[in-house]
C-alpha cells in the first residue's frame, strides 16, 4: 500500500478501449504514485504502458465506470488490478488522488 500526501498525483492515463470495456494504460507520468510504485514493487507487479485495468476496489466495471470510481476516491485505500501478458496484478494505494488520471 502507498500512502499519498497532499500534492501527490496518481500519474495513470488511461484510454478506453472501442467497446468501452476496458481501460488502457497509455502513460505513467513521471514523480507520480504509481511511478513510484513501480520503483518499488516486485517486477511482476509494475504498471506498464499497455496494460489494462481490470477493477478498480474488486469491482470490474467498464473502462468508463474505472476511471469515474478512480476519480470518486478522494480518501482511503485504492486497489487496481491489471492485466497484461496473460497475467494479473493488484496495487493497492491509500488517499488516491484522481487528477493524475485522464
Known amino acids: 500500500a502507498l500512502e499519498l500526501e497532499p500534492g501527490d498525483f496518481l500519474g495513470l492515463a488511461l484510454d ?4 468501452g470495456r476496458m481501460a488502457l494504460v497509455t502513460y505513467v507520468a513521471p514523480g507520480g504514485v504509481i511511478e513510484e510504485w513501480n520503483q518499488k514493487c516486485h517486477p511482476a507487479e509494475i504498471v506498464r504502458i ?3 485495468l ?3 476496489n474488486g469491482k470490474s466495471r467498464s473502462g468508463h465506470d474505472l476511471i469515474r470510481e478512480i476519480q470518486s476516491r478522494r480518501t482511503g485505500n485504492l486497489e487496481l488490478t491489471f492485466a497484461y501478458a496473460q497475467s494479473l496484478h493488484k496495487i493497492e494505494m491509500e488517499d488516491p488522488d484522481p487528477d493524475g488520471v485522464v
Open 50 to 52: 499497455t496494460d489494462y
Open 16 to 19: 478506453v478501449s472501442g467497446d
Open 54 to 56: 481490470l477493477s478498480v
